[in-house]
T-cell receptor, first 113, second 114 residues
Framework: DAKTTQPPSMDCAEGRAANLPCNHSTISGNEYVYWYRQIHSQGPQYIIHGLKNNETNEMASLIITEDRKSSTLILPHATLRDTAVYYC??????????????FGKGTLLTVNP | EPEVTQTPSHQVTQMGQEVILRCVPISNHLYFYWYRQILGQKVEFLVSFYNNEISEKSEIFDDQFSVERPDGSNFTLKIRSTKLEDSAMYFCASLRPGGLEKLFFGSGTQLSVL
């Protein structure tokens, strides 16, 4: 699986959009970009994933550059409860038993009142 | 949303003792995982389990560790003789076949080995 690079920490004001960047310059054509987050030592929580098109769900939006070498997770209206470590993970969609997520250090997003 | 349930939330044990961490995965999921996170460090993969056998294990998952699905609902991690360095948060996770490949994690068991 391709390596990812994320800033170690970011701050965001409550109510504003949080834009979390991720570089994955060695990504292969069949690798997806997944985002998970971990709130204060709870279990990681799936947020969103995509291949090459931008994606949106009830939690966030994912913007992937045309060359797929980087992506941005957008939390449109950050709340204090969004304070967490956010992990960008690149992996091949394999199906089932060898679905192994490799977590990096992620970005600690702190949402300030 | 359905949840992965882990018990106990905290476990304290003496070095050399056996511990069993328990998990109830989501009912229609078929793939099961254990991860661990030592305080201040990354979340690390331990083992994946499918069709009543281990699919993959990391180098951390040595002979002291074992997993079992003793019935249709529980998934357990056993550490035969705990060491101080086994102190960590242990997360169980499960995955439904097909679909989004969205891994659901439990809230973890904090294991403290004294």
């Amino acid at each position: 699986d391709a390596k990812t690079t994320q800033p170690p920490s970011m701050d965001c004001a409550e109510g504003r959009a949080a834009n979390l960047p991720c570089n994955h310059s060695t990504i292969s054509g069949n690798e997806y970009v997944y985002w998970y987050r971990q709130i204060h030592s709870q279990g990681p929580q799936y947020i969103i994933h995509g291949l090459k098109n931008n994606e949106t769900n009830e939690m966030a939006s994912l913007i992937i550059t045309e060359d797929r070498k980087s992506s941005t997770l957008i939390l449109p209206h950050a709340t204090l409860r969004d304070t967490a470590v956010y992990y960008c993970i690149v992996r091949v969609r394999s199906g089932g038993s060898n679905y192994k997520l490799t977590f990096g250090k992620g970005t600690l997003l702190t949402v300030n009142p | 949303e359905p949840e992965v349930t882990q018990t106990p939330s905290h476990q304290v044990t003496q070095m050399g003792q056996e511990v069993i961490l328990r998990c109830v995965p989501i009912s229609n999921h078929l793939y099961f995982y254990w991860y661990r996170q030592i305080l201040g460090q990354k979340v690390e993969f331990l083992v994946s389990f499918y069709n009543n056998e281990i699919s993959e294990k990391s180098e951390i998952f040595d002979d002291q560790f074992s997993v079992e699905r003793p019935d249709g609902s529980n998934f357990t991690l056993k550490i035969r003789s705990t060491k101080l360095e086994d102190s960590a948060m242990y997360f169980c996770a499960s995955l439904r076949p097909g679909g989004l490949e969205k891994l659901f994690f439990g809230s973890g068991t904090q294991l403290s080995v004294l």
